[in-house]
């Protein structure tokens, strides 16, 4: 395929976009056709949890990407990848440890005791969250946009299989 123009890499990263939020919306009707109101509930705040500490610790470091990335010679965009994708991870750890060791703390504070075992579970899923979501915006930022796109689906499509099928299985919160 030749150079894409600036619709196609709209329409990529558009059409991605579109299919991630349908999974997520998916993943939400199911759980609410599966999970009783208090399990539910507790999932959604774990959920929030997980929100409020990726907003905090991802440090925005996958947005600097497209300011920073185009600036840089080849040889320095190698560096600043790796000194990222490091910083993520090391984000991503200290977010699993914050949520792990804080989670009695939050259960307390939102009056829900069954939170705790779920944000001590969720906590490692945010702390590959944080380093993993860098790569969608890697990937757009190096013009690959369709792979973006992909990733972006396939990724939805594992929460939404890595959530169900434990559920259905008899697993619960």
């Known amino acids: 395929m030749g150079k894409l123009n600036l619709s196609d890499k709209a329409g990529f990263i558009m059409v991605g976009r579109t299919m991630q939020a349908l999974f997520s919306f998916l993943i939400v009707i199911i759980l609410v056709r599966l999970l009783s109101k208090e399990v539910y509930g507790t999932f959604q705040q774990a959920w929030l949890i997980c929100g409020v500490f990726y907003s905090i610790f991802s ?39 914050v949520m792990f060791f804080l989670s009695g703390m939050i259960s307390i504070k939102f009056g829900n005791p069954a939170l705790k075992d779920v944000l001590r579970f969720s906590s490692g899923y945010a702390a590959f969250w944080i380093a993993g979501n860098y790569f969608i915006h890697f990937l757009q930022v190096m013009h690959r946009y369709r792979l973006s ?6 990724e939805t499509m594992f929460n939404l299989i890595a959530i169900i099928i434990p559920i259905k299985l008899g697993y619960s919160l």
Do not use: D, H, N, R
């Open 149 to 154: 796109m992909i990733t972006g689906i396939l």
């Open 59 to 97: 440090g925005s470091i996958s947005f600097s990407l497209y300011f920073f990335m185009p600036q840089f010679s080849k040889e320095f965009q190698k560096s600043f990848i790796l000194q990222s994708i490091f910083m993520l991870f090391i984000f991503g750890a200290v977010t699993a440890a």
